[in-house]
Structure formats: structure tokens, C-alpha cells
């Protein structure tokens, strides 16, 4: 996978960072991420992300599970083996509406989570490069990706007049890869650059 | 600010001094740590517990139900029972983490993740019984719709005992993918200060790699949201159903309209019961008073007396319907097999009576409330009360029936029978031992999100509200949005 320059500014605390955005986008550079310990609200505006359709996707999930239900319960009862109880209808459609509930939940969750993690390329084994390790703890970390004509250094000192507490310059892959992080020789526990 | 304003005068949900550091040190140390002597003690007789309850279902699997004490007339007996009072005790995790999501309840984030894992827990537990009770185990597939080489003899889609197959079934899974997409970030966290080679790997595998990028958390707060709202009715649809299994016959005390609400309320009631047990512990082993705070058990006490109380309507209608019906078998049910104290099982009805419906109120007491070990004492004596409403529905309507000549004579458990039961709790706790020593208890991204708005060294202390005049307050009250 190709490697990449970034710009790294680090923060510690959202009220610095909103502002900084802000103006580095202002400044006319391309923002890849913020990462962040939490959901942070307003973040993904403040990139000008545009909202996720995720919730669709559960919708159509949810309604596959209800016309699966439906069509195999139907099929089953009244074409396949129709079971005589008691006399009662074959197409007995108050009786299903519990199993036509539980697996239009059970298709839009499954189906969810998995698109979840296909989209945002999660999944066990999967690696991919940190670009601090307090990024999970508490620091919020921006970075922005080097074009031919970033200077480094001017947008390093931008950083540093927005709130960063730290700015630094990484050559890293993007993407992911399979991989442990057992072998990252970086002892943080007993290091933290910015106790 | 960015962040949702919250009232000065609610009482924070993070105590102390706390930085985002601190969160994630106070919640990740004990994963770090080595286990107490405690801790190993517990896990060992869990442990036990469970190697007795595997041994009790070995013998029931080898000689078939007749391990068992029932007869033909109590052909339900402890095992029902105990799947109807586990199942009722893995609601209150998806509750609190969905319904109170919903209702957008700060409070939730604190006991959030240790609810949902109890319910997951107790969700295995309650499965148990039903599969065994069905004598021949390895046939339990049997209960799949799929196509087959015996006719293909479909299921009884029309029988409630499949909605519950598929209610439970759904329940678990969908409770498990709540849970375990909330702990991929908090997976992370782990790994991300991890010091130890294995740790490091585990918890790499465990975080599925996540990063805490800004367009991960939009999409997982979607998922979140979505889930949540999928959770609500799905917590609401499952006791429902366990309820069905029962009003769905023509059983006196059995066939009624009121069982699904009541049914729910009552899982609700020793649900929350179960998690102030476990939490009250946590929060003390573990040093979480700061985040699992008088507060929350305040709160969960609140919801205790409410779902009591309508248990209590419940049993109240119930009582009135058994004589205003004028049916003779409602009636003899319910005043005689039940509501008589000498009758037989007259025992388990006033046993049920005064833990569910008397003892509760005393959370009327603020000061009762905030008591932590009048809470772990009711919490215990909730649960045994919705264990005998469960023991009372199924045995005192089943052993006397229409049918004079089949009535049945006392039953009693055998020794399998309550191994089993007591097995089930050592798969319980042998989970939550587990849970507790290598998870994070308390979900750390979400404290983190509450912290500013909702954490005590971000408010102003009680005492500043309290001396200060009235309109300086609400000069700071007004521009703190």
C-alpha cells in the first residue's frame, strides 16, 4: 500500500479543537480525520462530513426480515404442508405477527452491525496505523494529509497557534491490513510524551 | 458549547476531580491489575457451582426428566420457573441500555455495560432450561424452520413456545451486537495503553482494529441510535412472549389479557433488582463509587418501587377478576390455591406478596434509597419474590385442574432439579467473574461524552447553588447554554 505524509496535531480538549478546525480548514488544507476518544457531536459537520446512511440500510434490512417472514411462514402453512389445527385458517396472520416482529429486528440488527463494520473496515485481525496512541485515551488527534506543496513546518505552526499541544510529521499507510499489535515496539504505558 | 446543557442543580454523574486520563485510568486499572484473592475465591466457587449443575444436567441427559419431580399434572415445575425468572432478569440491561438511550438519560452510561453483560449472561442461563426440559437434548435442533427429511414437518409457527424461540433466540443475538459494538472503543482504549505483549494482541483482536476516527463514531452513533430503538420494543415483545406461553392456554389463573404488561413489569422490577446486586458489588471491589454513584442506585431504586408497585396492581386485578368473573375455576385459583394461606403452596403467594409488593415500598424513603445496604438486601429479596411469582403462576394452576382425579400430591424438587438451578448460577457468575476481570465495567467512551456536562469538578457544587442570590443564578443559569 502506498505510504503517505501526514500532519499531526494533537489536542486535549474539544473546546480548542472546534475552533482549529475551523481555521485549518479555513487556511485552505484538507482535514483526513480527527480522531477522537468519544463521539465527539457536531465533529462530523464541523469536517463537512455529510450524515451516514446507515440507519437506511437498517430499514432495508428490516423490511427484507418482515417480507422473509411473511412469504415463508404463508408459503409453508398454506402451500408446502398445511397443517390442520383445530380447523382454524391456514393463513393464520394475527398468530405470526410475533415471529414476523422478532425477525424484522433480528435481519435490521445482523444486518446493521455488519454493514457497520464493512463500511468502517472492522473486523478481528484487522490492523491499521495509529497515529497516537492517546488517541482512545484522551487526545483528540487531527490529521491532515501532505499534498506536493504542504509546508510542513508552516502547517505545523499553525497547529501550534490553534491549541496543539504537540505537531508532528508521520510517513504512514493508509487503509488496513492483518496484523496483531503485539509487535509495535512503542512503550507507552511508562511514556507519555505529554504527562 | 457544543456539548448538550445540562441543569446546574442535577446532581453530577461522575464524581471527583476527573480528566478524560483519569476516566480511562480509574476504569481500565483493574483489567491491568492482577486479580484479588477475592476475586479467585469467587471464581472458584462459581466455578463449582457450575461442575455441579453440569453434573445435575448429566443425569438428567442420561436418565431423562424422570430426575425430575414432575408428574403429569405439574408437568412445569423448577425448570420453568427458573427460565421464566432468568429471562425476566435479563431485561433490565436492555432497558437501561436502549429505553433510557431513547429517552436520552445520562445516567445510563454508568451502568449501561455491566446491565447489558448481566442480560446476556442471564439470557444463557434461561435458555438452558427449556432445551433440557425438552428430555431429548440432541433433538433440540428439531425447533429450527428449515427444510427436512421428516415430511418437511415444518414447526407450529401458529404455538406460542416457537414465538419464544424466536423472541429468545433474537434477544440474545441482538443484545450481544448492542453490547459488543460499544465495547469495540473501549477495546481499543485497552490495547492502546496495553504494556504487555499478549495483552496487546488480545485486545487488537477484540477492537476489530478501531481507530476512533471521526466518521466510525458518526456511524456508530448511528447504530447506536438505531439499535436502541430496535432494542425498545424488541425488551418489550420478549417477556410478552414468555407471557404468551402461558395466557395463550385455557389454565386457570393462566388465561388472562392482563399477563403481557404484567409480565414485563415484573421483568423489569427483578431485572433491576439483579443489576443493584451486582453493582453495589462492582462499584465496591473495583473502587467505581465515583462513576456508579449513590445517583444511580438513587435512580434504579425509583424505577424498583415504580415496576413493584405495578406488579402489585397486577396481582391486585387479578385477585378482583378471580371473584368478579364468576368463573368457579378463576376463582377457586385464585382464592383458594393462592390468596388462602393454608392451602398448600398458600406459602409461596404470601412469600410472593410481602417481598414484591410490601417490602418495595420502602423505597418511598429518599433516605431508603440512598442506602446501599438496604438496597443490596431488597435487591435479594426482589428476587426472591419474582422467583416465587413464577413458582405460584405455574405450580399452584397446574397441580389442581379441572379434573379432580388428576389432581396431583405435593411437589417437591429433587436434588437434580435444584443442581441444575444452582448450576445455572455458576454459569452466571463464572461469566461475570470473567466479565468483570477482563472488560471494561463501565463503558469509558461514554463516560467521557457525559464528563463535561455531567461530571462533578464541571458543576458547581451544591453549596454555591444554594447560597447564591436568586438573580445571579439565573444570570449564570441563563448564559450557561
Redesign the interface.
Known amino acids: 500500500m502506498a505510504q503517505k505524509k501526514f500532519v499531526v496535531g494533537c489536542f ?1 480538549d ?2 480548542v479543537l ?1 475552533p482549529a478546525v475551523k481555521q485549518v480548514r479555513a487556511a485552505g488544507y484538507k482535514i483526513k ?12 459537520h464541523a ?1 463537512g ?1 455529510r ?2 446512511s ?2 437506511t440500510a ?1 430499514f432495508i434490512y ?1 423490511i427484507t426480515g418482515t417480507t422473509t417472514a411473511i412469504s ?2 404463508s408459503w ?2 398454506t402451500k ?2 398445511p ?1 390442520n ?1 383445530g380447523g ?1 385458517p391456514h393463513f ?1 396472520l394475527p ?2 405477527i ?2 414476523i ?3 424484522t ?2 435481519f ?3 444486518g ?2 455488519l454493514t ?2 464493512y ?10 496505523h ?1 497515529f497516537h ?6 487526545l483528540f ?1 487531527m490529521v491532515i494529509e501532505c499534498t506536493d506543496k504542504t509546508n510542513t513546518d508552516d502547517l505545523k505552526a499553525l497547529l501550534s497557534a490553534k491549541g496543539a499541544l504537540e505537531t508532528d510529521v508521520q510517513v504512514a499507510e493508509e487503509g ?1 491490513w492483518f496484523g ?3 509487535n ?1 515496539n512503542e ?4 511514556n507519555k510524551q505529554l504527562a | 458549547m457544543h456539548l448538550k446543557y445540562e441543569s446546574q442543580l442535577r446532581e453530577p454523574l461522575v464524581y471527583g476531580n476527573k480528566t478524560y486520563a483519569q476516566v480511562t485510568e480509574d476504569i481500565v486499572r483493574p483489567i491491568e491489575a492482577k486479580p484479588s484473592r477475592l476475586w479467585y475465591i469467587g471464581f472458584f466457587i462459581a466455578v463449582t457451582l457450575l461442575m455441579f449443575g453440569a453434573y445435575s444436567v448429566y443425569r438428567e441427559v442420561t436418565y431423562g426428566i424422570g430426575q425430575w419431580n414432575l408428574n403429569k399434572t405439574i408437568g412445569w415445575g423448577w425448570d420453568i420457573t427458573n427460565f421464566v425468572w432468568w429471562v425476566g432478569i435479563g431485561h433490565a440491561g436492555t432497558l437501561i441500555s436502549a429505553v433510557l438511550l431513547l429517552f436520552r438519560q445520562g445516567w445510563r452510561t454508568g451502568v449501561n455495560r455491566a446491565a447489558e453483560a448481566m442480560t446476556i449472561f442471564a439470557v444463557m442461563c434461561a435458555g438452558q432450561f427449556p432445551i433440557f426440559h425438552m428430555g431429548r437434548v440432541w433433538m433440540a435442533f428439531f425447533v429450527m424452520p428449515y427444510p427436512n427429511s421428516r415430511g418437511p414437518l415444518w414447526v407450529n409457527f401458529n404455538s406460542p413456545l416457537l414465538w419464544d424461540v424466536f423472541a429468545i433466540s433474537t434477544y440474545f443475538t441482538v443484545s450481544l451486537l448492542f453490547w459488543y459494538s460499544g465495547l469495540i472503543p473501549d477495546f481499543a482504549t485497552v490495547r492502546d495503553r496495553a504494556f504487555t505483549k499478549l495483552r496487546k494482541k488480545l485486545y487488537g483482536i477484540a477492537s476489530f482494529g478501531w481507530t476512533g476516527s471521526t466518521k466510525h463514531w458518526q456511524r456508530h452513533e448511528s447504530l447506536s441510535l438505531v439499535l436502541a430503538g430496535l432494542s425498545t420494543p424488541l425488551v418489550l415483545s420478549v417477556h410478552t412472549i414468555v407471557s404468551f406461553d402461558f395466557a395463550t392456554s385455557v389454565i386457570p389463573g393462566w388465561h388472562t389479557t392482563i399477563f403481557p404488561p404484567y409480565f414485563v413489569a415484573g421483568a423489569i422490577f427483578s431485572g433491576f433488582a439483579m443489576v443493584q446486586s451486582l453493582l453495589i458489588i462492582v462499584r465496591k471491589v473495583f473502587g467505581l463509587e465515583d462513576y456508579i454513584t449513590i445517583g444511580h442506585i438513587d435512580l434504579m431504586n425509583k424505577v424498583i418501587v415504580l415496576t413493584g408497585s405495578i406488579v402489585g396492581i397486577a396481582y391486585l386485578t387479578e385477585l378482583f377478576m378471580g371473584w368478579y368473573s364468576q368463573n368457579k375455576y378463576e376463582g377457586y385459583t385464585f382464592w383458594y390455591s393462592r390468596a388462602y394461606l393454608f392451602s398448600p403452596y398458600g406459602w409461596s403467594y404470601w412469600g410472593m406478596m410481602a417481598c414484591n409488593v410490601l417490602s418495595p415500598q420502602i423505597f418511598w424513603s429518599r433516605k431508603m434509597r440512598r442506602n446501599v445496604f438496604v438496597t443490596f438486601f431488597m435487591s435479594i429479596i426482589v428476587n426472591i419474590g419474582m422467583w416465587f411469582e413464577r413458582f405460584v403462576i405455574i405450580v399452584t394452576s397446574l397441580y389442581r385442574d379441572y379434573l379432580p382425579s388428576s389432581w396431583s400430591v405435593y411437589y417437591s424438587p429433587t436434588i437434580w432439579e435444584i443442581g441444575f438451578y444452582v448450576g445455572t448460577f455458576g454459569l452466571f457468575f463464572t461469566c461475570f467473574f470473567l466479565f468483570a476481570k477482563y472488560f471494561p465495567v463501565i463503558a469509558v467512551a461514554e463516560i467521557k461524552y457525559v464528563l463535561k456536562r455531567s461530571g462533578e469538578s464541571f458543576k458547581p457544587g451544591m453549596e454555591k447553588i444554594e447560597t447564591q442570590e436568586l438573580e445571579s443564578f439565573v444570570h449564570d443559569q441563563a448564559h450557561a447554554h
Open positions: 486535549d474539544e473546546a472546534f480525520d480527527v480522531y477522537t476518544p468519544f463521539a465527539v457531536h457536531g465533529l462530523d469536517l462530513m450524515e451516514t446507515l440507519h437498517g428490516g415463508a411462514i409453508i402453512f408446502d404442508w397443517l389445527i382454524k393464520a398468530a405470526w410475533p415471529i416482529f422478532e425477525l429486528v433480528l435490521a440488527a445482523v446493521m452491525v457497520f463494520c463500511l468502517c473496515q472492522l473486523a478481528p485481525g484487522v490492523k491499521k495509529r496512541n492517546r488517541a482512545t485515551d484522551d488527534v488496513w496483531t499489535y503485539d509495535d512503550d507507552l504505558y511508562n
